[in-house]
T-cell receptor, first 111, second 116 residues
């Protein structure tokens, strides 16, 4: 079955540490997205990529970085510059005018 | 910039009853899509219904229907014959149909409780 796989499901970060969240899709979608979800805030766009080797900042990109070396993969790194990283992170993908498909998310917490 | 507003942080409904969730949006564009997503306690985002702005007919998916008022920039979701499994956070979302980035703008969500 086609879909989006996010891993790990839960992740803990120590102070000063960078952590990477994985997002893999087998839907052959060109565009991929990373969202952050906080209570009462809805989903906010961190980064997005429309094609391989290209990506753009979303609304809250500070303290995050991404890469898009393969069509299937769009990993998100939460750097030590992100002072409030505790949140639920969702990855999504789409092709053309289809609705976005979402992964099951990663919960990131501070140790 | 586009904005999406969901004015009801929480709503409740009795099982088998009907409930309507509100959503308003602001855009200067004439061609766009609107969506309702459901997020149950599992946190998975599930597409409920989609509306193209150029279509005057309101979208319907089984027990879910929308009331799309383009001039008023309103996009409410009606859930008929509510079931316990409908309990979830519901998000309204907007996407401009032009360009190629397909970005979604979300409202802050409405938490729906279904009482037995």
């Amino acid at each position: 079955d086609g879909g989006i796989t996010q891993s790990p499901k839960y992740l803990f970060r120590k102070e000063g540490q960078n952590v990477t969240l994985s997002c893999e899709q087998n839907l052959n979608h060109d565009a991929m997205y990373w969202y952050r979800q906080d209570p009462g805030q809805g989903l906010r766009l961190i980064y997005y990529s429309q094609i391989v080797n290209d990506f753009q900042k979303g609304d809250i990109a500070e303290g995050y970085s991404v890469s898009r070396e393969k069509k299937e993969s769009f990993p998100l790194t939460v750097t030590s510059a992100q002072k409030n990283p505790t949140a639920f992170y969702l990855c999504a993908s789409t092709a053309g005018y289809q609705p976005q498909h979402f992964g099951d998310g990663t919960r990131l917490s501070i140790l | 910039a586009q904005t999406v507003t969901q004015s009801q942080p929480e709503m409740s409904v009795q099982e088998a009853e009907t409930v309507t969730l509100s959503c308003t949006y602001d855009t200067s564009e004439s061609d766009y899509y609107l969506f309702w997503y459901k997020q149950p306690p599992s946190r998975q985002m599930i597409l409920v219904i989609r509306q193209e702005a150029y279509k005057q007919q309101n979208a319907t998916e089984n027990r879910f229907s929308v009331n799309f008022q383009k001039a008023a920039k309103s996009f409410s979701l009606k859930i008929s014959d509510s079931q316990l499994g409908d309990a979830a956070m519901y998000f309204c979302a907007y996407r401009y149909s032009g360009g190629s980035n397909y970005k979604l703008t979300f409202g802050k969500g409405t938490l729906l409780t279904v009482n037995p």
